[in-house]
């Protein structure tokens, strides 16, 4: 019999408490979410009003659990910003509108710059001045990046008139809280979400189905393949020297692919969770890794982040409009940003900065020869083999803990790569080598075969489904470890 008392005092720990590996891919969120999705099918066909406010109460929570008492801070957040974007809007326009928009974004930039780079300010004064500035433990608000790059987009669109100043409170609010994006994005522009805040497509199947389809893509990316490659690529970031030259360039390898996995793995679940309510946004992915140059790249890569630095960083500072010299400096600038926007460390800012001058150096070969090349099968092949292994090279400085860690393990794969080493590696991780190869495999995938397994999946037969997400689930169960791997794009 279930013990009715130890049910209540369950189910108010788990309403009471938050949790660090709270996140959309824990068994918790997925039953939470079922009986949350089942009174927003019902609550659907009363007063758009109440499923709005339905919603954002569901989103705080989901805040909440992932943040504790910090969760305050996106409520108050999203007030300030709703109210001083109004404000700036009756304002004289010119010089005064223009003060009032710089205002704004540094108040709402203010918290983002507080908890994740204050630590690190004070890190780099201690360097220059050989000072002992004390460092405080500060826990990073998970979510913090993604809603504060939303908000300030809002802000500046209705700035530029891009975006009517009508919107409400409450819609604001369901724009900035939207519980799937809120933990790792993908950045949602306030064009996209709320125009369909009021006319959530419920009765399009083709857009539920698709929401099904992506969340099994999902799932299979991250609780299997990201998780189970992560088991050994951490070993290998922790100590490079204790491995040999092969196992280094597996773990470099297994990044590549993990980190693609990891995230992307979680934009399809939360554009798939978004898909069943009945809302529809963009891709954040598209086939990165078959890219033949950077800039291709980055037109794939992290899609809603790589366009916001275009539109608010790169454009505003000139773009490619001002000479091919500030085209350089425009681009090396905006992705020394974008790498520290990943984190306060040194090790983010030397990741972007690598992807700056891989941008400049495709560029300047653009602009010198390189266009009057012909686009023939080897010519492809060379430029693929060029730009995959510059961007895992680039990976390494990215989940390297320090230089030190980074030069270890290109030293290893430099002065200790053999040929024998890989038998014995075989012999010992051959499940791990075979999630790998099917990784990469499913990554050469072209677009339109894509679509058509999805389109297929689409029409399926219900029982079909039904038997493709059991079958999912239970490789997830089979191939998991103790507890899911966070996702590596929650720290940012």
Known sequence: MIDLQQTISALGTFLTTSSKEWSISTLPFMVAFLLFFAIYIGINHCRKTWMQAYVILFSLFFAFKANGALMLLLPAATVISWYLTKKMMRLKRGEPRKVGLGLIIFLELFPLLYYKYTNFGLEILNGIFSSNFALTEMILPIGISFYTFQAISYTIDVYKERFPKTTGLTEYSFYLTFFPLLIAGPITRAEVLIPQVNEPKLTDKALINKGLWLIICGLLKKCLIADYLAQFNNLVFDNPLAYSGFENLMGVLGYTLQIYCDFSGYSDMAIGLAALMGFQLPNNFSFPYQSL??????????????????????????????????????????????????????????????????????????????????????????????????????????????????????????????????????????????????????????????????????????????????????????????????????QF
Request: charged share 15%.
């Open 293 to 490: 140059n950077l800039t291709e790249f980055w037109h794939r890569w992290h899609i809603a982040l790589s366009s916001w630095f275009r539109d608010y960083i790169y454009i505003p500072l000139g773009g490619n409009r001002k000479g091919n010299i500030r085209t350089y400096s425009n681009s090396f600038l905006t992705m020394t940003v974008a790498g520290l926007w990943h984190g306060a460390s040194g090790m983010f800012v030397i990741w972007g900065v690598l992807h700056g001058v891989g941008l400049i150096i495709h560029k300047f070969a653009s602009n010198h020869g390189l266009k009057k090349i012909k686009n023939t099968i080897p010519v492809k092949a060379t430029s693929w083999l060029i730009t995959f292994t510059y961007v895992a090279c680039a990976w390494v400085f990215f989940r390297a803990p320090n230089l030190d860690t980074a030069f270890s393990i290109f030293t290893n794969l430099y002065t200790n790569l053999h040929l024998g080493d890989i038998y014995p590696f075989l012999m010992a991780r051959p499940m791990w080598l075979v999630l790998l190869a099917i990784g990469l495999e499913l990554h050469s995938i072209r677009k339109h075969d894509y679509d058509w397994m999805q389109e297929k999946f689409i029409n399926a037969h219900p029982i079909l489904k039904f038997i493709i997400l059991l079958i999912t689930l239970q490789l997830i169960i089979n191939f998991s470890q103790d507890n899911v791997q966070p996702f590596i794009y929650t």
